[in-house]
């Protein structure tokens, strides 16, 4: 497996930094050759991807296309790359984020303002590479770097082409994600040291077989203590609350491409680090701390719901809305059921496509109008009406509309939490409330831009949408309804990692009383 | 596959009812809806009081190839589902043991590790007697609005969203699953947003629209979370698995229920499935969407009051009512929790809601509440176990209800054609005008009509008036007021008969109308129950015997003041429709329903009934019989009371003589005030006319808590006082600690590195400073270096340390 030549993922991995590379040598002034360089390796990358997507196999619950190359055997440190269920969909969502948010940056308005064109690609790719690394790494040093890593491109994308309180937003970021992960690096030390090794699938076949083990006797024992030095990077990046202050920030302060990829790609490496590393690596305390998790979830869900229906700030809004829908993806893998957990990773998707769609449109009409404050529109479905029938697509695809594909997300996260066996069923009635707080704040968002009169001199001869926001918008809304008719293709993949997976961390998953013989649903 | 060996099995072709709307909507929202842009303020077809026009602006307008194109594809869309629908239900017919045997054909849909989901039709009794009402309003619905909508910029979209609105509700009506029936109850819910904010201008509409598609998602999320709960108990949601088998119905009838004590599981999820019925078709305390709903265009009402939403919401209860009786018997007097549930709220909100519709001056909203108490007709009846009344009573329902708000709409589309006739025309050319009004209304096309209609539509906008809330300039007319008509009759001849026998129907005129047949079938059933002391039975058959006179004494009271006597305005006395194809898709439809506001109800005569039982059932309740051949338990047949009889006679017939006496034989004059207020006295009038004033009281113990708590609590307090606030105080904590080390740095280890080259460097310059050359300094130098001298040597010495 290893002497095959190059893998499929080493190459898309790799990918992003030859556009890189290349990009250095395009001239500072060629803007046409810079952006469609990047564009280009963004989308090389992404059918690749998609090129990886047809050749997995779906029923094998292990890594697939792995590929090992040893860097520092002594302390078993080393590149390890594969997919399996729990990361392929994640990978193809990386790089179709990245090409939508390179695309959507072509007529940015900040760019032209600041210039440094060249740079702020350079760091979209660098960023593309980063995360793609984080997702298909398997190596808890190496998957390290790569975490930390994101965060650089991250912090100049804020800080140099942001707000006006950029500076801010991008500090707080940084030192705020960069607080979490210190510990995680504690954590992951002990745990590799312990185990001998860094390669996690080695080290859960260890715990799985009894080799190595971490006690777990009462909350504050060595295996919640490691839990938790995971837990809290991930939470910060998620974000859970009360760890969410961050977000809300960034997002306003981004630019429109920034928030994007935020929100559609950064976030989920929170979410996605749990599944791949807390369940497996610490089951017990993963099943002991299941209740607080799920219960800060909760009162995410309706916090960040309740906070966003407050805001006037568009991008506000739709940040907070993140907070509340990442606690439904949260509640999805600790309720520990394997449709729960699938409907978390397929939630993941849709929140990128979603909550990225909504920012698109909030940096369209940011671009148009230089304001992101809702009462500056009103009407705007009249002046744009291809921008307002979208929108509602969109809105609707992250308010949970049955058809759409948010509501694929949700019902089989409500489904998972309601049989699970270490949650009791009050988390999924709170939770649901958070279905209808998102069908107000969401509707009061396209109420209040697209609208009423459009009695607003300035919004009466808005520029129609370019072809490149055209083109970004339409793939959403093309997934949105894909996913939402046909959620099979998307969710397949994941089913038989995450059978194995529950079975790893919690052998019966089920509380609610069942019928003994009604079960014959085929 | 194969399609058309796909479609020559029977079982496959309800697959493609709802494909034709659905393909109608994709086709005009995508290729066909072009607008061209129109300067507003050069008139032009544009602004009436639904468009503001806006000085300046270039605003869509339809393309006329496209008005057509769209008309074209979305009637084909629904033509074709009837015509499918037709063939179902032939096939239906077909099938030996129909009822037993049904229809049906589903297909994997998604995969999770615990199971995973089917999606596919069904088409049992149930779904054919719906699939003869549904296709056909809906085509009735999609004529209507052909010449309803004709001077509508939009009309395009309007046809896009009724045909997405259609086909949901015929997806909801072939689902043969629970979780496929949600997503047509929830697209229809979105297209009920979308046409009730059709008008997204005015602030009412968009209101309206988030009012409805909020209201009715609270109850969404509750029946969301009784669908899981049946999934995580079952491991299905099909209908044929759950409902129509015993055993699981025993088996979840004996399972106790989560959190709830004392509650089977059957009685949660029965509790979860009403109440999203209770928001979905408006039944107290959720109905507060509905009248406003009145915002859309007419034939949206017609559509969501009869056809479809509300509609839905009667269906999934009849569809899942197995799973409500489950563990009683209504017959015998043991009630379930959901079904005291829906006998108590059923037969409140028809008592409650035609209270209101008593008050009510717009010709729309008495209809809209006397829906709310229609339905609460039909909720209630299945809580005494009425299976077959209910449903009987859905689809009698559904057809005079949709002529009804038709009718209404060729009455306010009357109204504001005379509003233009007396705002804009010069009274010479009246005499002109006034005897085309003559000519009847089903005429052909004549020349020249068009350009007075195209005219008339000018003449709105320039007049800036408007429905309902929308402020007016000019002074304010409302076509909806029925305080301005009277005299309709004589304009308007073929829009009164068709009213009057929607009218009599809902009054549930004896022995002729379709709505006397079903409403007489509630009353029976209601009224076994008392003569057994059942008090449910009792409660609803006292409550709805009383709302059954109101709503005859209501319409009769609508009818009379729009209807009868002499026109109070100049507008209603040139309230026409006009001539030609307008008038004509207006009228038609209202003639096909009004042959079924009749005799719609003859299927379900009880077989004891005297001389009408022997004539329309002679081998038994032909309806009774269809529709319960595909339950398992089927419900008992209820012997022939006289009682229940008599009293439909006489609540209906005392309802319209009342009215007949206080509207029809002394009409109101202009400027009368309506004698209810007398009778009732003010203050309860007010009540009533202000709908108990339960929108105020939403909106101050929902809204604004709500509002106030999310902005000052959660955003201002919480989020940037407490978690910012702790973060920001973490933060300068850290600040401090920084600076402070950055102190000590400074003083200790900077101090003695940097500090040793810094004065390593200053000593030079230092120095150089003294080679100044000038005698003074260094006097100045030696002077300094003594004192320090002086004092360097009293401190090792201990002079200065002397005190002690």
Known sequence: ?522 | MDLGQFLSDANNLAWLIPVGPLLAFLVITLITNKATLVSADEGGHYADHNHPAYPGLKVPVVADWSRVASIVVGMSGVIAAWLISIAVVTNAAGVADFGKYVLESSVRWMDTGAGGFSMGVLVDPATVAMLIMVPLACTLIFIYSIGYMAHDPRQARFFSLIALFSGAMLTLVVADNLLLLFVGWEIMGLCSFMLIGFWFEKPSAYKAAVKAFTTTRVADVIMLLGIAYLYAVTGTLSFREIVYNVEVLEGLAELPAIIIPGLSAAGLIGICLIIGTIGKSAQFPLHVWLPDAMEGPTPVSAMIHAAAMVSAGIFALLRMFPLFEAGGHPHDGVYTPPLLLMAIAGSLTAIFAATIALAQNDVKKVLAYSTISQLGFMVAALGIGAFVAAFFHLLTHAFFKALLFMASGSVIHGMEHGEHHVHHHAHDDEDEHDHAHETPLLAAESHGHDAHDTASHDAHGHDAHGHGEHTAHAPHFDPQDMMNMGGLRKTMPVTFITFLIGGLSLAGFPLVTAGFWSKDEILLDAWYGVTNGYGPHALVFVLLAISAFLTAFYTMRQIGLTFMGEARTEEAKHANLGRGVVAFTMTLPLVVLAFFAIFAGFVGVHPDFPIFGSIFSPNGNPFFDFITTSLAVKPEKVGFYWVPVLTSFAVGLGGIGLGYLMYWRKPLVAGQEDPLVKILGTTLHTTLKNKYYFDELYTIIFILPAQWFSKNVAYEFLDKGVIDGTLHFTGRLFTWIGDFIKVMNAWLIDGFGDGLSEMIGRAGIWFRRMQSGSVQQYLLIVALAAIVIVIVFALSTGVLQAAP
């Open chain 1, 1 to 522: 497996m290893e002497n095959t030549g190059l893998s499929l993922v080493t190459v898309v991995l790799f990918l992003p930094l030859v556009g890189f590379s290349i990009l250095l040598f395009i001239p500072d002034a060629q803007s046409r050759n810079i952006k469609y360089t990047a564009l280009g390796t963004s989308l090389v990358t992404f059918a690749l991807s998609l090129v990886m997507w047809a050749n997995f196999d779906a029923a094998n619950p292990a890594l697939q296309m792995v590929q090992r190359w040893e860097w520092l055997p002594q302390y078993g440190i080393g590149y390890y790359v594969g997919i399996d269920g729990l990361n392929m969909i994640m990978v193809v969502l990386t790089t179709f984020i990245m090409s939508i948010g390179i695309l959507s940056s072509f007529n940015a308005h900040v760019i032209q303002e600041r210039g440094r064109e060249k740079l702020y690609y350079l760091f979209m790719l660098l960023l593309q590479w980063a995360m793609i690394g984080v997702f298909v790494v398997q190596d808890l040093i190496i998957f390290y770097i790569f975490w930390e890593v994101t965060l650089v491109p991250m912090y100049f994308l804020v800080g140099i082409w942001g707000g006006e309180k950029r500076v801010y937003a991008a500090v707080k970021f940084f030192l705020y994600t960069m607080a979490g992960s210190i510990l995680m690096l504690l954590a992951l030390l002990y745990v590799g040291t312990q185990a001998g090794t860094f390669a996690v699938p080695e080290i859960i076949a260890g715990i799985q077989a009894g080799t190595i083990s971490f006690p777990l006797d009462g909350l504050f024992s060595t295996q919640s203590i490691l839990f938790l030095g995971f837990f809290i990077a991930f939470a910060i990046k998620v974000p859970i609350w009360p760890l969410h202050s961050w977000l809300p920030d960034a997002h306003v302060q981004a630019p429109t491409a920034g928030s994007v990829i935020l929100a559609g790609v950064l976030l989920k490496m929170g979410s996605y680090g749990m599944i791949r590393f807390l369940l497996p690596m610490f089951p017990e305390a993963s099943v002991a701390w299941a209740p607080i998790i799920a219960l800060l979830a909760v009162i995410g869900i309706i916090y960040g719901a309740w906070v966003s229906f407050a805001q006037t700030d568009m991008k506000k809004l739709v940040a907070y809305s993140s907070v509340s829908h990442m606690g439904f993806i949260v509640l999805g893998i600790f309720a520990m059921t394997s449709i729960g957990i699938q409907g978390s990773i397929i939630q993941m998707v849709n929140h990128g496509i979603s909550t990225g769609g909504l920012f698109l449109i909030v940096g369209m009409l940011y671009e148009r109008r230089h304001t992101k404050d809702l009462a500056a529109f009103g009407g705007i479905w009249k002046a744009m009406p291809l921008l307002g029938a979208i929108s509602l697509v969109v809105v609707l695809s992250s308010m949970g509309m049955p058809g759409l594909n948010g509501f694929i997300g949700e019902f089989t996260i409500l489904l998972g939490s309601m049989g699970s066996t270490v949650l009791g069923i009050g988390f999924t009635v709170v939770a649901a409330l958070g279905i209808i707080l998102a069908a107000i704040y969401m509707l009061n968002f396209f109420q209040r831009i697209f609208m009423g009169e459009l009695d607003k001199e300035e919004n009466k001869n808005l520029p129609k949408l370019e072809w490149n926001e055209i083109a970004v918008l339409v793939p959403i809304v093309v997934l949105a309804i894909w996913i939402g008719l046909q959620p099979a293709p998307f969710m397949n993949p994941s089913d038989a990692t995450v059978e194995s997976l529950v079975a790893q961390v919690v052998p019966d998953t089920t509380t609610v009383a069942q019928l003994p013989e009604a079960g014959q649903g085929e």
